[in-house]
């Protein structure tokens, strides 16, 4: 992002080096500093102590559970268009990627995901499902009806739930996050969370895996190196943005917000041939480009003829082609030179 960190940040970490203090890490203080958060942002109590487990990044800590759940003989069930290291991460495992495709909307679409469950049962015996919430590259905040019915799904098709939560702080006026640890039927679950995408921190690594009531057992049986891998000045860092960083996010999201609806008109104005649905959480915005004719990849064309980098939807799993990803989270003169440049693309393409 196109943002000065939090001062709260800023100060805890000069401080750490002016004391140096840059061993290693000790003691609860992001389990703690996230609790506070989570319950006064999402009313919820779910970061209990003996539940918790440091890893040094989201995606090392849905690998951690993945190797927990299930083999290298397993299927891994995702929701494309999803963040592409979903598919390479699991790749990577030897497991087998099953992809439930997204519905119209942007949101999950249930008999894809329950099509998907029971391919990914008869493939091997610990089936797991990936679940990006809030989702990336659409910016959906799943609701928690739609999160409970996953549960619902998941109980009865034998599949273990892995919630990718780290744009939860993330979440724009409008739209609420539920994570999915709090609704019915989730005990058995694991939610990976960070503060890293929404301070700005995820060159200081750490993050928190979370178990479920029915999970703890589970989560003990991480080796113990992995809870060494978070960075200690990480830890400082993100345990100081969920304590005190609350206001500086508050302003963040009010930006991201006037972004989202700037970006709405200058599309409008400027690329009436794409369509965009404003997303309701995430700094992202999922761009569908079919209507110009650049080809399933209209982000080599962007950068080509435009100057302007976007992420390539074809990543992204099924329904990524001829869709760009774009980044909101800069100014608004940026925002709006990036769209202007794209519009010019096109008229040279």
């Not at 970006?263 to 959480?281: I, N, Q, S, T, W």
């Not at 980044?327 to 925002?335: C, Y």
Request: aromatic share 8%; with cysteine; hydrophobic share 50%.
């Amino acid at each position: 992002m196109d943002v000065d960190l939090a001062a709260p940040v800023v100060r805890a970490i000069a401080d750490a080096v002016a004391l140096g203090d840059t061993g290693y890490p000790a003691g609860g203080a992001y389990a703690e500093a996230l609790d506070g958060f989570a319950r006064e942002r999402w009313g919820w109590a779910g970061v209990v102590a003996g539940r918790v487990s440091p890893v040094a990044d989201v995606m090392r800590g849905v690998l951690e559970v993945l190797d927990v759940l299930s083999s290298a003989s397993d299927a891994v069930v995702v929701s494309s268009p999803v963040y592409p290291p979903f598919f390479q991460f699991v790749a990577h495992t030897g497991r087998r990627v099953v992809e439930a495709p997204l519905g119209v909307d942007g949101r999950i679409g249930f008999a894809a995901l329950e099509e998907a469950f029971r391919v990914a049962g008869a493939h091997g015996s610990r089936p797991v499902f990936l679940l990006c919430n809030p989702h990336n590259p659409t910016g959906a905040v799943h609701r928690a009806e739609e999160l409970a019915e996953v549960a619902a799904l998941a109980e009865r098709f034998g599949v273990r739930v892995v919630s990718d939560e780290i744009h939860a702080p993330l979440v724009l006026p409008g739209a609420r996050f539920t994570p999915y640890l709090s609704v019915p039927g989730a005990e058995r679950g694991f939610a990976v969370l960070s503060a890293s995408k929404a301070w700005n921190l995820a060159g200081l690594k750490a993050a928190v895996v979370v178990a479920g009531a029915g999970a703890e057992e589970e989560l003990g049986l991480f080796p113990e190196w992995v809870k060494e891998g978070p960075s200690h000045l990480g830890v400082i860092a993100h345990a100081a943005a969920l304590r005190e960083g609350g206001a500086w996010l508050d302003a963040l999201l009010a930006g991201l917000d006037a972004n989202r609806r700037l970006l709405g008109e200058l599309v409008a104005e400027e690329l009436p041939g794409v369509r965009y649905a404003p997303g309701e959480g995430t700094y992202l915005a999922w761009l569908d480009c079919r209507g110009l004719g650049l080809g399933d990849d209209p982000a080599a064309g962007f950068l080509e003829r435009g100057r302007v980098a976007l992420t390539s939807g074809t990543g992204f799993g099924t329904g990524g082609a001829g869709h760009a990803r774009l980044n909101l989270a800069t100014s608004p003169e940026v925002l709006t030179e990036a769209v202007r440049r794209m519009a010019a693309a096109v008229r040279v393409g």
